[in-house]
């Protein structure tokens, strides 16, 4: 009986940037490096307005003639509205590729599933249609093109396990932007900067005055937090603290562990339960 667990990533999908342009379009409007972004590699970035704020973070990869970027699915259509009004200026092209890719997360032993790419000291195994994300040596992300039927060959010699990959994000501290939180965060309120999504050594990039300022002469009173829960939250839903202040929001939430964003060095409470604060859980990075 196999040991291989696995969780459809429902929550996230895909856009493509490609073209002669891509690298020096992205360069210009996100907060990672693109300039020196090579095949295969992947990195964590986002997207803000003019203001700062944070409209779209991404996963993304370096694929044949551009990037795919993973990111909430809800927001998609939106990141894309937004990047257009910039990319008309250069020879690239957006796409949705929601209904070109799928998406899960596997964990377990891997060591006698044939199907599966060797795990190599790199990040990405890339083939025609599978990218294989490794986290880890038991841990892998595939993002499948065109209904590979290599998705339902490993479903099948696995086990489901519901919010494995959103728990993952959770307790990785990766905080996930989506509909219900357009606009409400600048990135430092995401812990962008603290899993290495933004580089504050390269150029100019839209919202990159207001990044750059909180980080060299500011300090952001927010911050991502992890909490445990007893059911799952709605991203959106105010976080107060015992006075009824709201002084957070939650960004994502699983049954069991949510990430908010709220002020530091406080206690957190969700309305109905003002008695009893939310207990914190470790993050694996410091704030």
């Known amino acids: 009986m196999s040991t291989l667990k696995y969780s459809s990533i429902e929550n996230l999908s895909f856009l493509s940037v490609t073209g002669v342009d891509s690298k020096k ?86 060591s006698n599933i044939d199907a599966i790419a060797d795990f190599a000291d790199k990040q990405i195994v890339q083939t025609d249609s599978v990218l294989w994300v490794f986290h880890s040596a038991s841990f892998v992300e595939l993002w499948v093109k065109d209904n590979d039927p290599l998705l339902d060959e490993l479903k099948s010699e696995s086990i489901e396990v519901k919010e494995m990959h959103l728990n993952h994000s959770i307790e990785q501290g990766i905080a996930w932007v989506t509909h219900e939180n357009l606009g409400e965060f600048v990135a430092q309120m995401l812990n962008l900067e603290l899993i290495g999504a933004i580089d504050f050594k390269k150029g100019c990039y839209t919202g990159q005055e207001i ?77």
């Open 25 to 110: 379009f992205l360069q210009g409007q996100s907060s990672c490096q693109f300039n020196d972004f090579e095949l295969g590699q992947c990195k964590l970035g986002s997207f803000s307005d003019a203001k700062g704020r944070v409209f779209s973070n991404f996963k993304a990869i370096a694929i044949e003639n551009g990037f795919l970027l993973q990111m909430s699915a809800d927001i998609i259509e939106n990141c894309l509205t937004t990047l257009k009004k910039y990319a008309a200026f250069f020879k690239v092209a957006l796409k949705d590729e929601r209904e070109t890719y799928q998406s899960i997360a596997l964990s377990g032993d891997f």
């Open 211 to 287: 990044i750059a300022r909180l980080h060299y002469k500011g300090v952001s009173k927010k911050r991502v937090q992890r909490v445990e829960v007893d059911h799952k939250l709605i991203a959106g839903e105010a976080v107060f603290n015992q006075s009824s202040k709201v002084i957070g929001r939650v960004v994502n939430s699983s049954s069991t562990q949510a990430l908010i964003s709220a002020n530091i060095n406080e206690s957190y409470f969700l309305k109905d339960k003002l008695e009893s604060s939310l207990k914190l859980l470790d993050l694996p990075y410091q704030i």
